[in-house]
Protein backbone atom coordinates (compact mmCIF):
# COMPACT_ATOMS: atom_id res chain seq x y z
CA UNK A 1 0.00 0.00 0.00
CA UNK A 2 2.51 2.27 1.00
CA UNK A 3 4.51 1.49 -2.33
CA UNK A 4 1.58 2.25 -4.28
CA UNK A 5 1.15 5.90 -2.51
CA UNK A 6 4.93 6.73 -3.55
CA UNK A 7 4.95 5.44 -6.94
CA UNK A 8 2.28 7.54 -7.22
CA UNK A 9 3.89 10.96 -6.25
CA UNK A 10 6.42 9.96 -9.41
CA UNK A 11 9.17 9.88 -7.68
CA UNK A 12 10.72 6.91 -8.05
CA UNK A 13 13.85 7.29 -5.60
CA UNK A 14 10.95 7.04 -3.16
CA UNK A 15 9.26 4.05 -4.01
CA UNK A 16 12.04 2.03 -4.68
CA UNK A 17 13.17 3.29 -0.53
CA UNK A 18 9.44 2.78 0.18
CA UNK A 19 9.69 -1.04 -1.92
CA UNK A 20 13.37 -1.81 0.17
CA UNK A 21 12.11 -1.01 3.53
CA UNK A 22 9.01 -2.72 2.96
CA UNK A 23 10.98 -5.55 2.62
CA UNK A 24 9.18 -6.00 -0.89
CA UNK A 25 10.53 -9.01 -3.78
CA UNK A 26 13.17 -7.12 -5.47
CA UNK A 27 11.50 -9.07 -8.56
CA UNK A 28 8.10 -7.05 -8.31
CA UNK A 29 9.00 -3.57 -8.11
CA UNK A 30 12.86 -3.49 -9.97
CA UNK A 31 12.16 -4.29 -12.87
CA UNK A 32 8.82 -1.64 -12.81
CA UNK A 33 10.94 0.93 -11.28
CA UNK A 34 13.69 0.50 -14.14
CA UNK A 35 11.33 0.53 -16.82
CA UNK A 36 9.86 3.90 -15.49
CA UNK A 37 12.83 5.74 -14.78
CA UNK A 38 13.52 4.53 -18.60
CA UNK A 39 10.75 6.55 -19.92
CA UNK A 40 10.06 9.98 -20.60
CA UNK A 41 8.63 12.43 -17.65
CA UNK A 42 5.31 12.85 -18.90
CA UNK A 43 5.13 9.29 -20.66
CA UNK A 44 6.17 7.98 -17.47
CA UNK A 45 3.60 10.08 -15.59
CA UNK A 46 0.87 7.96 -18.08
CA UNK A 47 2.15 4.43 -17.14
CA UNK A 48 1.79 5.29 -13.28
CA UNK A 49 -1.61 6.89 -14.06
CA UNK A 50 -2.87 3.95 -15.85
CA UNK A 51 -1.66 1.47 -12.89
CA UNK A 52 -3.42 3.18 -10.90
CA UNK A 53 -6.51 3.47 -12.81
CA UNK A 54 -6.20 7.49 -12.28
CA UNK A 55 -7.64 7.89 -15.95
CA UNK A 56 -8.17 11.75 -16.09
CA UNK A 57 -4.90 12.07 -15.35
CA UNK A 58 -3.77 9.49 -17.50
CA UNK A 59 -5.17 11.20 -20.24
CA UNK A 60 -3.87 14.97 -19.73
CA UNK A 61 -0.17 12.87 -19.84
CA UNK A 62 -0.92 11.07 -22.87
CA UNK A 63 -1.51 14.43 -24.37
CA UNK A 64 1.77 15.90 -22.64
CA UNK A 65 3.48 13.57 -24.06
CA UNK A 66 2.37 13.55 -27.67
CA UNK A 67 0.20 10.59 -28.10
CA UNK A 68 -1.95 9.73 -30.86
CA UNK A 69 -5.47 11.77 -31.08
CA UNK A 70 -7.35 8.41 -31.76
CA UNK A 71 -6.01 7.08 -28.62
CA UNK A 72 -6.51 9.69 -26.57
CA UNK A 73 -10.12 10.28 -27.84
CA UNK A 74 -10.46 6.75 -27.41
CA UNK A 75 -9.71 6.72 -23.58
CA UNK A 76 -11.83 9.72 -23.39
CA UNK A 77 -14.78 7.61 -24.59
CA UNK A 78 -13.54 4.29 -22.70
CA UNK A 79 -13.85 6.24 -19.64
CA UNK A 80 -16.62 8.67 -20.48
CA UNK A 81 -14.54 11.79 -19.78
CA UNK A 82 -16.26 13.89 -22.24
CA UNK A 83 -15.73 17.22 -20.36
CA UNK A 84 -11.80 16.57 -20.33
CA UNK A 85 -11.54 15.50 -24.28
CA UNK A 86 -12.80 19.23 -24.83
CA UNK A 87 -10.76 20.69 -22.38
CA UNK A 88 -7.73 19.35 -24.14
CA UNK A 89 -8.74 20.09 -27.71
CA UNK A 90 -10.05 23.83 -28.55
CA UNK A 91 -9.44 23.26 -31.88
CA UNK A 92 -11.23 21.32 -35.18
CA UNK A 93 -10.93 18.97 -35.93
CA UNK A 94 -9.98 16.98 -33.04
CA UNK A 95 -12.54 18.89 -31.14
CA UNK A 96 -14.89 18.02 -33.37
CA UNK A 97 -14.34 13.95 -32.82
CA UNK A 98 -14.57 14.30 -29.34
CA UNK A 99 -18.07 15.91 -30.12
CA UNK A 100 -18.53 13.11 -31.63
CA UNK A 101 -18.49 11.35 -29.11
CA UNK A 102 -20.55 13.43 -26.57
CA UNK A 103 -23.21 13.25 -29.51
CA UNK A 104 -23.64 9.36 -29.74
CA UNK A 105 -23.51 9.37 -26.04
CA UNK A 106 -26.75 11.93 -26.27
CA UNK A 107 -28.07 9.33 -28.64
CA UNK A 108 -27.39 6.27 -26.12
CA UNK A 109 -28.68 8.13 -23.03
CA UNK A 110 -31.92 9.04 -24.87
CA UNK A 111 -31.62 12.61 -25.78
CA UNK A 112 -31.59 12.06 -29.39
CA UNK A 113 -32.12 16.13 -30.15
CA UNK A 114 -29.25 17.34 -28.43
CA UNK A 115 -27.28 14.31 -30.51
CA UNK A 116 -28.50 15.85 -33.49
CA UNK A 117 -27.98 19.40 -32.57
CA UNK A 118 -24.50 18.77 -31.80
CA UNK A 119 -23.97 16.91 -35.42
CA UNK A 120 -25.61 19.84 -37.28
CA UNK A 121 -22.80 21.95 -35.81
CA UNK A 122 -20.28 19.99 -37.15
CA UNK A 123 -22.49 19.68 -40.66
CA UNK A 124 -22.80 15.63 -39.92
CA UNK A 125 -25.51 15.74 -41.63
CA UNK A 126 -25.60 12.00 -42.81
CA UNK A 127 -25.58 10.60 -39.04
CA UNK A 128 -28.47 13.10 -37.93
CA UNK A 129 -30.68 12.05 -40.62
CA UNK A 130 -30.18 8.47 -39.27
CA UNK A 131 -30.68 9.42 -36.20
CA UNK A 132 -34.08 12.00 -37.07
CA UNK A 133 -35.32 8.61 -38.94
CA UNK A 134 -35.03 6.55 -36.35
CA UNK A 135 -36.65 9.02 -34.04
CA UNK A 136 -39.82 9.12 -36.94
CA UNK A 137 -38.71 12.79 -37.05
CA UNK A 138 -39.70 12.82 -40.95
CA UNK A 139 -39.89 16.59 -40.54
CA UNK A 140 -36.61 17.11 -39.80
CA UNK A 141 -34.96 14.16 -42.03
CA UNK A 142 -36.40 16.61 -44.60
CA UNK A 143 -35.07 19.51 -43.17
CA UNK A 144 -31.89 18.43 -42.76
CA UNK A 145 -31.29 16.70 -46.14
CA UNK A 146 -31.59 20.32 -47.67
CA UNK A 147 -28.10 20.66 -46.17
CA UNK A 148 -26.68 18.21 -47.53
CA UNK A 149 -24.21 17.91 -51.14
CA UNK A 150 -26.13 17.63 -54.25
CA UNK A 151 -25.34 13.91 -54.50
CA UNK A 152 -26.90 13.32 -51.03
CA UNK A 153 -30.15 14.84 -51.87
CA UNK A 154 -30.42 12.18 -54.40
CA UNK A 155 -31.41 9.87 -51.97
CA UNK A 156 -33.74 11.90 -50.78
CA UNK A 157 -37.10 9.63 -53.06
CA UNK A 158 -35.21 6.64 -51.50
CA UNK A 159 -35.80 8.09 -47.94
CA UNK A 160 -38.95 9.14 -48.44
CA UNK A 161 -39.99 5.72 -49.50
CA UNK A 162 -38.54 4.11 -46.78
CA UNK A 163 -39.75 6.74 -44.14
CA UNK A 164 -43.56 6.01 -45.46
CA UNK A 165 -42.85 2.27 -45.46
CA UNK A 166 -42.41 2.22 -41.53
CA UNK A 167 -45.39 4.34 -40.87
CA UNK A 168 -47.22 2.21 -42.80
CA UNK A 169 -45.89 -0.56 -40.98
CA UNK A 170 -46.68 1.55 -37.91
CA UNK A 171 -50.23 1.25 -38.29
CA UNK A 172 -51.22 4.30 -35.86
CA UNK A 173 -53.35 7.13 -37.17
CA UNK A 174 -50.63 9.54 -36.64
CA UNK A 175 -48.21 7.95 -38.71
CA UNK A 176 -50.53 7.21 -41.15
CA UNK A 177 -51.54 10.48 -41.64
CA UNK A 178 -46.97 11.57 -41.83
CA UNK A 179 -46.97 8.97 -44.33
CA UNK A 180 -50.06 10.83 -46.30
CA UNK A 181 -48.30 14.06 -46.02
CA UNK A 182 -44.97 13.05 -47.33
CA UNK A 183 -46.03 11.67 -50.15
CA UNK A 184 -47.83 14.68 -51.07
CA UNK A 185 -45.23 16.97 -50.41
CA UNK A 186 -42.30 15.54 -51.45
CA UNK A 187 -43.27 12.37 -53.67
CA UNK A 188 -46.45 14.14 -55.70
CA UNK A 189 -46.66 11.86 -58.48
CA UNK A 190 -50.51 10.64 -59.97
CA UNK A 191 -50.08 7.21 -58.07
CA UNK A 192 -48.99 8.54 -54.76
CA UNK A 193 -51.62 10.98 -54.60
CA UNK A 194 -54.07 8.22 -54.89
CA UNK A 195 -52.13 5.95 -52.41
CA UNK A 196 -52.09 9.15 -50.09
CA UNK A 197 -55.69 9.35 -50.17
CA UNK A 198 -55.88 5.56 -49.15
CA UNK A 199 -53.49 6.14 -46.14
CA UNK A 200 -55.75 8.96 -45.11
CA UNK A 201 -58.87 6.54 -45.76
CA UNK A 202 -57.30 3.51 -43.84
CA UNK A 203 -56.38 6.25 -40.55
CA UNK A 204 -60.21 7.27 -40.97
CA UNK A 205 -59.31 10.46 -41.98
CA UNK A 206 -62.48 10.19 -43.99
CA UNK A 207 -62.89 14.16 -44.49
CA UNK A 208 -59.26 15.02 -45.16
CA UNK A 209 -59.13 12.05 -48.00
CA UNK A 210 -62.13 13.66 -49.62
CA UNK A 211 -60.81 17.35 -49.52
CA UNK A 212 -57.04 15.97 -50.80
CA UNK A 213 -59.41 14.48 -54.15
CA UNK A 214 -61.31 17.22 -54.67
CA UNK A 215 -58.12 19.41 -54.28
CA UNK A 216 -55.96 16.56 -56.52
CA UNK A 217 -58.85 16.61 -59.04
CA UNK A 218 -58.63 12.54 -58.27
CA UNK A 219 -61.45 10.56 -60.57
CA UNK A 220 -64.96 9.99 -59.02
CA UNK A 221 -64.21 6.50 -58.05
CA UNK A 222 -61.76 7.22 -55.38
CA UNK A 223 -64.72 9.57 -53.54
CA UNK A 224 -66.83 6.57 -53.63
CA UNK A 225 -64.30 4.45 -52.21
CA UNK A 226 -64.02 6.89 -49.17
CA UNK A 227 -67.44 6.72 -48.33
CA UNK A 228 -67.41 2.54 -48.63
CA UNK A 229 -65.01 2.74 -46.44
CA UNK A 230 -66.67 4.92 -44.15
CA UNK A 231 -69.95 3.23 -44.46
CA UNK A 232 -68.05 -0.03 -43.45
CA UNK A 233 -65.99 0.98 -40.77
CA UNK A 234 -69.37 2.46 -38.99
CA UNK A 235 -71.42 -1.13 -39.63
CA UNK A 236 -68.11 -2.78 -38.05
CA UNK A 237 -67.86 -0.57 -35.51
CA UNK A 238 -71.85 -0.41 -34.75
CA UNK A 239 -72.16 -4.13 -34.71
CA UNK A 240 -68.33 -4.27 -32.55
CA UNK A 241 -69.77 -1.73 -29.46
CA UNK A 242 -73.08 -3.96 -29.88
CA UNK A 243 -71.38 -7.05 -28.82
CA UNK A 244 -69.16 -5.24 -26.34
CA UNK A 245 -72.60 -3.78 -24.58
CA UNK A 246 -73.87 -7.63 -23.82
CA UNK A 247 -70.87 -8.87 -22.88
CA UNK A 248 -70.34 -5.73 -20.49
CA UNK A 249 -73.86 -6.24 -19.14
CA UNK A 250 -73.12 -10.28 -18.45
CA UNK A 251 -70.19 -9.47 -17.01
CA UNK A 252 -71.07 -6.58 -14.82
CA UNK A 253 -73.30 -8.92 -13.20
CA UNK A 254 -70.50 -11.48 -12.54
CA UNK A 255 -68.48 -8.97 -11.50
CA UNK A 256 -70.54 -7.89 -8.65
CA UNK A 257 -71.61 -11.39 -7.84
CA UNK A 258 -68.02 -12.17 -7.38
CA UNK A 259 -66.79 -8.75 -5.18
CA UNK A 260 -69.91 -9.73 -2.83
CA UNK A 261 -68.87 -12.82 -2.06
CA UNK A 262 -65.21 -11.82 -1.74
CA UNK A 263 -66.28 -9.28 0.41
CA UNK A 264 -68.16 -11.54 2.04
CA UNK A 265 -64.82 -13.71 2.77
CA UNK A 266 -62.81 -10.92 4.14
CA UNK A 267 -65.50 -9.95 6.37
CA UNK A 268 -66.02 -13.28 7.52
CA UNK A 269 -62.17 -13.82 8.52
CA UNK A 270 -62.20 -10.27 9.95
CA UNK A 271 -64.99 -11.67 12.63
CA UNK A 272 -62.68 -14.91 13.09
CA UNK A 273 -59.83 -12.59 13.77
CA UNK A 274 -61.47 -11.02 16.33
CA UNK A 275 -63.09 -13.81 17.78
CA UNK A 276 -59.02 -15.37 17.85
CA UNK A 277 -57.74 -12.72 19.68
CA UNK A 278 -60.25 -12.67 22.37
CA UNK A 279 -59.88 -16.30 22.89
CA UNK A 280 -56.10 -16.05 23.32
CA UNK A 281 -56.17 -12.53 24.97
CA UNK A 282 -54.05 -11.01 22.24
CA UNK A 283 -54.46 -8.56 19.61
CA UNK A 284 -56.53 -5.25 19.38
CA UNK A 285 -59.62 -4.37 17.10
CA UNK A 286 -57.15 -1.82 15.44
CA UNK A 287 -55.05 -4.56 14.42
CA UNK A 288 -57.81 -6.94 13.03
CA UNK A 289 -59.41 -3.90 11.10
CA UNK A 290 -56.26 -3.05 9.65
CA UNK A 291 -55.56 -6.37 8.42
CA UNK A 292 -59.18 -6.20 6.64
CA UNK A 293 -58.34 -2.69 4.95
CA UNK A 294 -55.04 -3.54 4.23
CA UNK A 295 -56.94 -6.66 2.19
CA UNK A 296 -59.34 -4.66 0.51
CA UNK A 297 -56.53 -2.37 -0.37
CA UNK A 298 -54.30 -5.24 -2.22
CA UNK A 299 -57.74 -6.45 -3.59
CA UNK A 300 -57.99 -2.99 -5.24
CA UNK A 301 -54.45 -2.33 -6.42
CA UNK A 302 -54.08 -5.58 -7.91
CA UNK A 303 -57.10 -5.53 -9.47
CA UNK A 304 -56.32 -2.78 -11.12
CA UNK A 305 -52.90 -4.35 -12.12
CA UNK A 306 -54.72 -7.78 -13.01
CA UNK A 307 -56.83 -5.31 -15.64
CA UNK A 308 -54.12 -3.89 -17.11
CA UNK A 309 -52.75 -7.50 -17.75
CA UNK A 310 -55.89 -8.23 -19.02
CA UNK A 311 -56.73 -6.27 -21.69
CA UNK A 312 -52.98 -5.55 -22.81
CA UNK A 313 -53.54 -9.16 -23.76
CA UNK A 314 -55.65 -8.25 -27.26
CA UNK A 315 -56.48 -5.34 -26.42
CA UNK A 316 -54.26 -3.75 -29.44
CA UNK A 317 -56.13 -6.06 -31.49
CA UNK A 318 -59.37 -5.03 -31.18
CA UNK A 319 -60.00 -2.02 -33.21
CA UNK A 320 -62.53 -2.48 -35.80
CA UNK A 321 -60.45 0.93 -37.47
CA UNK A 322 -57.42 -0.72 -38.55
CA UNK A 323 -57.61 -1.35 -42.89
CA UNK A 324 -53.74 -1.71 -42.61
CA UNK A 325 -50.74 -3.49 -41.39
CA UNK A 326 -50.21 -3.48 -37.56
CA UNK A 327 -48.93 -5.09 -34.52
CA UNK A 328 -50.50 -7.25 -32.46
CA UNK A 329 -50.11 -7.68 -28.88
CA UNK A 330 -47.07 -9.64 -29.05
CA UNK A 331 -44.85 -7.63 -31.44
CA UNK A 332 -45.81 -9.72 -34.11
CA UNK A 333 -47.42 -8.10 -37.55
CA UNK A 334 -50.42 -9.07 -38.83
CA UNK A 335 -52.01 -8.21 -42.51
CA UNK A 336 -55.81 -8.00 -41.68
CA UNK A 337 -58.93 -7.56 -38.80
CA UNK A 338 -59.53 -10.80 -40.29
CA UNK A 339 -55.75 -12.13 -38.19
CA UNK A 340 -56.58 -9.85 -35.55
CA UNK A 341 -59.70 -11.04 -34.64
CA UNK A 342 -58.09 -14.32 -35.18
CA UNK A 343 -55.52 -13.06 -32.24
CA UNK A 344 -58.46 -11.40 -30.10
CA UNK A 345 -60.78 -14.89 -30.18
CA UNK A 346 -57.87 -17.02 -29.61
CA UNK A 347 -56.96 -14.82 -26.00
CA UNK A 348 -60.23 -14.48 -25.15
CA UNK A 349 -61.00 -18.42 -25.18
CA UNK A 350 -57.94 -19.01 -22.99
CA UNK A 351 -59.27 -16.10 -20.39
CA UNK A 352 -62.35 -17.92 -20.12
CA UNK A 353 -60.55 -21.64 -19.76
CA UNK A 354 -58.60 -19.40 -17.09
CA UNK A 355 -61.53 -17.85 -14.91
CA UNK A 356 -63.25 -21.85 -15.16
CA UNK A 357 -60.43 -22.86 -12.70
CA UNK A 358 -61.05 -19.90 -10.38
CA UNK A 359 -62.70 -21.01 -6.95
CA UNK A 360 -66.02 -18.30 -6.65
CA UNK A 361 -65.62 -14.90 -5.05
CA UNK A 362 -61.56 -15.04 -4.83
CA UNK A 363 -59.52 -12.11 -6.00
CA UNK A 364 -58.39 -13.97 -8.87
CA UNK A 365 -62.32 -13.83 -10.21
CA UNK A 366 -62.52 -10.47 -8.93
CA UNK A 367 -60.05 -9.18 -11.45
CA UNK A 368 -60.78 -11.49 -14.38
CA UNK A 369 -64.23 -10.00 -14.37
CA UNK A 370 -63.01 -6.45 -13.61
CA UNK A 371 -61.03 -6.90 -16.56
CA UNK A 372 -63.18 -8.09 -18.93
CA UNK A 373 -65.53 -5.38 -18.09
CA UNK A 374 -62.14 -2.56 -18.67
CA UNK A 375 -61.96 -4.35 -22.39
CA UNK A 376 -65.17 -3.72 -23.36
CA UNK A 377 -65.25 0.15 -22.43
CA UNK A 378 -64.18 2.20 -25.95
CA UNK A 379 -61.07 4.27 -25.17
CA UNK A 380 -59.88 7.57 -26.45
CA UNK A 381 -58.35 7.02 -29.92
CA UNK A 382 -61.43 4.76 -30.76
CA UNK A 383 -63.66 7.58 -29.70
CA UNK A 384 -62.50 9.96 -32.06
CA UNK A 385 -62.38 7.81 -35.26
CA UNK A 386 -66.20 6.81 -33.87
CA UNK A 387 -66.00 11.33 -34.06
CA UNK A 388 -64.48 11.29 -37.84
CA UNK A 389 -66.44 8.77 -39.26
CA UNK A 390 -69.90 10.08 -37.55
CA UNK A 391 -68.96 13.73 -39.36
CA UNK A 392 -68.26 12.27 -42.37
CA UNK A 393 -71.12 10.57 -42.94
CA UNK A 394 -73.36 13.11 -41.73
CA UNK A 395 -71.99 15.36 -43.95
CA UNK A 396 -72.27 13.63 -47.30
CA UNK A 397 -76.02 12.54 -46.64
CA UNK A 398 -76.00 10.27 -43.55
CA UNK A 399 -76.21 6.89 -45.48
CA UNK A 400 -78.54 4.49 -44.33
CA UNK A 401 -78.81 5.86 -40.87
CA UNK A 402 -75.57 5.02 -40.21
CA UNK A 403 -74.20 7.38 -38.31
CA UNK A 404 -77.59 7.76 -36.17
CA UNK A 405 -76.46 4.08 -35.30
CA UNK A 406 -72.62 4.80 -34.75
CA UNK A 407 -73.55 7.69 -32.43
CA UNK A 408 -76.54 5.43 -30.80
CA UNK A 409 -74.25 2.63 -29.65
CA UNK A 410 -71.38 4.45 -28.32
CA UNK A 411 -73.52 6.80 -25.99
CA UNK A 412 -75.04 3.61 -24.83
CA UNK A 413 -72.08 1.73 -23.75
CA UNK A 414 -70.51 5.20 -22.58
CA UNK A 415 -73.76 5.36 -20.69
CA UNK A 416 -73.80 1.43 -19.24
CA UNK A 417 -69.93 2.26 -18.48
CA UNK A 418 -70.33 5.11 -16.32
CA UNK A 419 -73.91 3.51 -14.41
CA UNK A 420 -71.96 0.49 -13.32
CA UNK A 421 -70.03 2.77 -10.91
CA UNK A 422 -66.83 0.43 -10.57
CA UNK A 423 -63.47 1.68 -9.82
CA UNK A 424 -61.30 2.74 -12.43
CA UNK A 425 -63.99 1.99 -14.78
CA UNK A 426 -65.52 5.53 -16.27
CA UNK A 427 -65.23 6.87 -20.44
CA UNK A 428 -64.90 10.51 -21.70
CA UNK A 429 -67.65 12.69 -21.83
CA UNK A 430 -69.37 13.56 -25.06
CA UNK A 431 -67.72 15.98 -27.20
CA UNK A 432 -69.45 18.97 -29.11
CA UNK A 433 -69.55 17.48 -32.49
CA UNK A 434 -70.68 13.98 -31.29
CA UNK A 435 -73.53 15.45 -29.23
CA UNK A 436 -74.63 17.71 -32.09
CA UNK A 437 -75.26 14.78 -33.79
CA UNK A 438 -77.38 13.38 -31.05
CA UNK A 439 -79.52 16.65 -31.18
CA UNK A 440 -80.18 16.38 -34.99
CA UNK A 441 -81.32 13.02 -35.12
CA UNK A 442 -83.03 13.33 -31.39
CA UNK A 443 -80.55 10.08 -29.89
Not at 86 to 97: A, W
Not at 130 to 138: P, Q, T, V
Request: glycine share 6%; net charge negative; with cysteine.
Amino acid sequence: MLYEEAIGTYDFKLARSVATGSQMDPKVYLMELGDLEALEDARGKYEVDVRLKRWEKAVRHLKEAGGEVEEIVKMCETHRMYEVGLELYKEMPERGKIMEIVAEKYVRDGFPKAAICLLLGLKKYGRAIEIAKIEGDWEGVMTYFELCDEEEREEKEDIVEELVEQMELTASRKSLLQASTLLLQYLPTPENQVRAVKLLTSANYFISATRECKRLGLSESNINGILDAAKNSARTVSTDIEERRVRFKVNLEKYKKSKELYDEKEKRKEEEGFGENERFGGGSEFSATTSFSNASSNMSMSSTNSARSYTSGYSKASSAFTFSKGTNAHGLKYKSNKEANKIKNRERRNAKRMAKKMQPGSIEEVKYYKGVLLECKVGEEERRKITECANYLVRYGEVEGLARRLVSEYDGIRKDVMDAEVDDLEMEQLDGSLRAIMETFAI
